[in-house]
C-alpha cells in the first residue's frame, strides 16, 4: 500500500516543451487510427487550427494525462514516490480544469503534489478493501499563467 505519510509530497517541478508530433500522435493514438493524416487537421497543422480559430495547434481534450508522467519521473517514478505497489495499482479517474488554452510550443512548468490518501472499504473483507491516492498537477505556461489544474486518482487493493 501507498505509504500515507507521503499525504502532502511535492514532487520536483518539471518543465517540458509541449512537441507539435506528440499532440498528432496523442490524437491518433486516442483515436485508434495509425497514420497522424487521419485524424482532425487541427491537430497536426497550424494553418488549420489557426482556421478553426486558435493561436496554433491545440492539444487534445486528455493530453493532460501526460502531464503527471512527465512531472512525476514516469509512471515508475510516481509510483515510488508515494510507495505504491505497481501490481496492485488501478488508474480510477482523472479530472481536468482548464483555464487557459495549451497550444505546440508552449513552455509549460508543472507541480504535483499527494492531495489525498484515504482507505476504502473494510479490511477485514478480502476485495473489499482499496487504499485511494490523489495526486493533483497544476501547469503554469511560459508566461507563468494557471493554464491547467488535473486530479489523477488511483486506487491500490
Not at 493532460?64 to 512531472?71: A, E, L, R, S, Y
Request: hydrophobic share 40%; glycine share 8%; net charge neutral.
Amino acid at each position: 500500500m501507498a505509504d500515507k505519510s507521503k499525504l502532502g509530497m511535492e514532487f520536483p517541478v518539471r518543465s517540458i516543451k509541449v512537441p507539435k508530433n506528440k499532440i498528432a500522435e496523442f490524437a491518433a493514438a486516442v483515436a485508434q487510427l495509425e497514420d497522424i493524416d487521419q485524424i482532425k487537421e487541427i491537430y497536426r497543422d497550424v494553418d488549420a487550427a489557426k482556421k478553426a480559430g486558435y493561436e496554433n495547434i491545440p492539444i487534445p481534450p486528455t493530453f493532460p494525462t501526460c502531464f503527471p508522467f512527465w512531472t512525476g519521473g514516469g509512471l515508475m517514478g510516481i509510483v515510488n514516490g508515494v510507495g505504491a505497489d505497481l501490481s496492485k495499482l488501478l488508474h480510477a479517474e482523472e479530472e481536468y480544469e482548464f483555464l487557459a488554452p495549451i497550444y505546440a510550443g508552449d513552455h509549460i512548468s508543472c507541480t504535483m503534489k499527494v492531495a489525498e490518501m484515504y482507505d476504502r472499504g473494510k479490511k477485514e473483507r478480502k476485495g473489499w478493501y482499496i487504499q485511494v491516492t490523489v495526486l493533483v498537477t497544476e501547469a503554469f505556461n511560459q508566461r507563468g499563467e494557471l493554464v491547467l489544474r488535473a486530479r489523477t486518482t488511483f486506487m491500490e487493493r
